[in-house]
């Protein structure tokens, strides 16, 4: 009769055991040594990322620039932001942001605690998908001001992009 050593049964692999498991979820190892001095390579891109940066800026306000023609809804906290415009609805929480054009958005729905200061607002889209964000207000005071601020950006150019389809 024979006998084995070690164990008969095969190691785990999953999400559950390993975060690398999922793409994305971790950040990519670079293979280079905790200690390792970075290399004299790395200062022409470093270069090159602060003359891409100035273009970046340059556009950032032209776009909001343009934004400021219509109704502007803004809202934020310490870790979260969202911002309605012309272009679109932009969601940022931490250091995580997404951004919807009008015609991706297929509704936007808030919703007010009876309890609390925390505001709600989801971004459907038409592929059955949501994007939840919430900002906590100074005051419940906030709550009303903030409906009637993104009803007049969504009526502006919600309401139009739906009409300019339907041509």
Known sequence: M???IGSSS???EGAGFD????PGLTSPVSGEPENAEPAEAEE???QEEAASEEPETAEAEETEEEAAEGPVFEASDRRAR????AKGVRLSLDEERCEFGWDEIGAVETESPRFGKRFTITVHTP???WYPIEIEATARADFKLWEEQLDAVLDEYFEDHGDASDD
């Not at 969202?82 to 415009?85: G, H, L, R, T, W």
């Open 2 to 4: 024979e006998q084995r």
């Open 10 to 12: 095969k190691p785990l």
């Open 19 to 22: 975060p690398a498991f999922i």
């Open 44 to 46: 022409p891109l470093a």
């Open 82 to 85: 969202i911002v309605a415009d």
């Open 127 to 129: 592929d059955r998908r």
